[in-house]
């Protein structure tokens, strides 16, 4: 199956470097085949240096490419949504970085319209797909730490120099970025909670560059969250039970975990299994799902992915951020 990718900048370098792995370590499945930018000299020096066969000097004309099966889409936030609708005009099969869109209006309408032209789209948040996810359900399922009631999680990077990050117009901001992240760790753990709730530092430009957010569950269960795009943090991410608490190293990107007694005895522990990038998971389930002609990925079904843009928009509107680029049409 051969992948294009729509954008090419860093991480479109992470996914080139991803599928050149899996080739090495015998995975055929998929091809590096084309990637499109926005003049062809940038697609040329992307093309050169991560060993893609193809490079186009605009979007359409990769799209046009009638070669091409799948589509990586690496471009801000902001043009998530137009970009699903234009490689579904082509038929193109989507594999969207996250967050998917900017609102749930967008996503349930690009979804809506991926599926009226029978192409899969679902959204390339990595940690829904690494098998680290089965790992801490199972652990929290045996009854280490006993009943789960607390849970923390933080993600922070330096990243304000990176000029999407600090402006509206391009969806920037702490919260799609990396928020986003701690939001599906808490409900891959806890499930939907009945209640959220958000605050937020911002820049001179109105984007989020810190943010606090708690979900409660009727049941008396809380999670703690919180992101920033302005400081490196540890990481971690906590669950705290009645009997114990388990330590998860890197929500981003969970490297292991630990799991400690109330004496704080370690008393169990499993380190990630051996990883190319950690993006192999999601293009290796993506390829099976057309491969088997089905419209969504189960790691990240649609209702999903909706559901998270939902929180995100709430979220928002308690902390009165809102992009320029919130239409859908």
């Known amino acids: ?19 050149r792995m899996l080739n090495q ?55 998530h949504y137009g970009h699903i609708k234009l490689c579904a005009d082509h038929g193109k099969h989507i594999l969207c970085e996250k967050a998917f869109t900017v609102s749930a209006r967008q996503a349930e309408d690009a979804i809506r319209y991926a599926r009226s032209k029978g192409v899969l789209v679902t959204e390339a948040i990595w940690t829904r797909y690494q098998p680290v996810r089965r790992l801490i359900r199972e652990t929290l399922d045996a009854g280490l730490i006993g009943e789960p009631r607390l849970l923390t999680a933080n993600l922070g990077y330096f990243i304000t120099g990176n000029h999407r990050i600090v402006v509206p117009e391009l969806a920037g901001g702490a919260l799609l970025d990396v928020g986003v992240y701690t939001l599906n760790f808490a409900e891959m753990v806890f499930g939907r909670p009945d209640s959220l709730h958000g605050l937020c530092t911002k820049n001179e430009n109105g984007v989020d560059l810190t943010d606090s957010i708690t979900l409660t569950w009727q049941d ?33 990107n969970p490297q292991g975990l630990r799991v400690y007694d109330a004496e704080n005895r370690l008393i169990h522990s499993l380190d990630c299994p051996a990883q190319l990038t950690g993006y192999e998971y999601e293009v290796l389930e993506t390829v099976d799902c057309i491969r088997k002609g089905l419209t969504e990925c189960p790691s990240m079904p649609h209702a999903e992915t909706i559901h998270m843009m939902e929180q995100m928009d709430h979220l928002r509107a308690q902390m009165g951020i809102r992009y320029p680029c919130e239409e859908i049409g």
């Open 1 to 19: 199956m051969k992948l294009g990718i729509l954008g090419a900048g860093q991480i479109a370098g992470v996914m080139a470097r991803t599928v």
């Open 25 to 79: 370590n015998g995975h055929p499945e998929v091809e590096l085949y084309a990637v499109g930018a926005r003049d062809l000299s940038r697609a040329r020096t992307f093309a050169d240096a991560n060993g893609v066969q193809k490079a186009f000097g605009s979007y359409e004309e990769m799209l046009s490419d009638p070669a091409l099966d799948l589509v990586y889409i690496a471009t801000p936030h902001s043009h």
């Open 220 to 252: 008396g269960r809380v999670a703690n969250l919180t992101a920033a795009a302005n400081s490196v943090s540890d990481r971690y991410g906590v669950i705290y039970g009645t009997k114990g608490y388990m330590m998860v190293e890197n929500i981003n």
